[in-house]
């Protein structure tokens, strides 16, 4: 029986979601499909998209830009969020709340919400065989890329954690925020400070901004050294990797962690784990 997965987006034909799905589906010998879904960047277009999905037998669905918060804010009401997309304030990941099915037939307020990001994040830096265990760790950048992570860093027992920002007050409302709303977080050493004034030894630096998509580069401190550094984004050269490199730093960009967190979605939907490293080097 052919189980039906989609991802939705707009835009939406860059994805490369169905190929990474399908080769975890060889890996497990199970039978998908799974396909790219166009949306309207509207609330009533997203709504009936999911709706027709589920109610139509699909088993899971991704969701990338610009939906994350839309799909947040529909399970908020709907189905329930998983602690992960509670902190992360967005969902990536939809599929069904059993517990709500009437009679196992799907409804509207079955659809729960999961993130799976920064749980992606972590695994791939752990395949790399890079210390999280009792690191220091710092991220730069206070949007939505860095709060999705914080937590799973933190569950990944890290001993120290700085939240850097080109703007200060917005990575320490992010800080106060968070720390509110999980008893994790507010227990966790977390320290604040501007791009600028990041400075000292740490074992591992994520860059968690778009920066060096433009190729731009950030205002980093030259009294700043990591043994790792890594950046969210990938598919191009990152300043912010080439920085680090030079100073004999590990690197790595973040198209494992694009791997990570879907081999998670697909693992919360079939129960099957994959072994992620043999798909990155696949594609």
């Keep these: 029986m052919t189980q039906h997965f989609i991802v939705i987006g707009n835009p ?3 994805s490369k979601s169905p190929e990474i799905h399908t080769l975890f589906a060889a890996q497990t010998g199970l039978k998908i499909s799974y396909q790219r879904q166009y949306c309207p960047d509207d609330v009533a277009s997203f709504t009936a998209v999911i709706e027709a999905f589920f109610h139509g037998g699909g088993v899971g669905a991704n969701v990338t830009v610009p939906f994350k918060q839309m799909a947040y804010e529909c399970c908020a009401a709907r189905g329930g969020l998983s602690e992960h997309a509670k902190i992360a304030g967005a969902v990536n990941t939809l599929l069904l ?3 709500l099915l009437k009679n196992g037939t799907p409804i509207a307020e079955a659809i729960y919400g999961d993130n799976t990001d920064g749980q992606g994040l972590v695994n791939h830096i ?3 065989n890079w210390p999280l265990k009792d690191a220091r760790v710092a991220i730069i950048g206070a949007g939505g890329a860095a709060r999705g992570v914080i937590l799973p860093l933190i569950e990944a027992g890290i001993s120290e954690l700085t939240l850097a920002n080109r703007t200060l007050s917005k990575v ?4 106060n925020e968070l720390s509110a709303a999980s008893e994790t977080i507010a ?5 604040t400070c501007s791009t600028e004034a990041l400075s000292g030894a740490f074992d591992i630096i994520i860059n968690a901004t778009s920066i060096g998509l433009s190729g731009d580069t950030l205002p980093l401190n030259d009294a700043l050294s990591c043994g790792y550094a890594y950046d969210m984004m990938y598919g191009r050269a990152l300043p912010f990797l080439q920085h680090f490199a030079k100073r004999g730093a590990q690197t790595s960009d973040g198209y494992g962690m694009l791997i990570g967190q879907a081999a998670l979605s697909f693992e919360r939907w079939t129960g099957h784990k994959v072994d992620v490293a043999q798909v990155i080097d696949s594609l």
């Design 12 to 14: 939406i034909a860059h």
């Design 126 to 128: 752990t395949s790399l």
């Design 187 to 191: 227990n966790q050493q977390i320290k």
């Design 97 to 99: 709340n059993n517990a």
């Design 172 to 175: 320490t409302d992010l800080v």
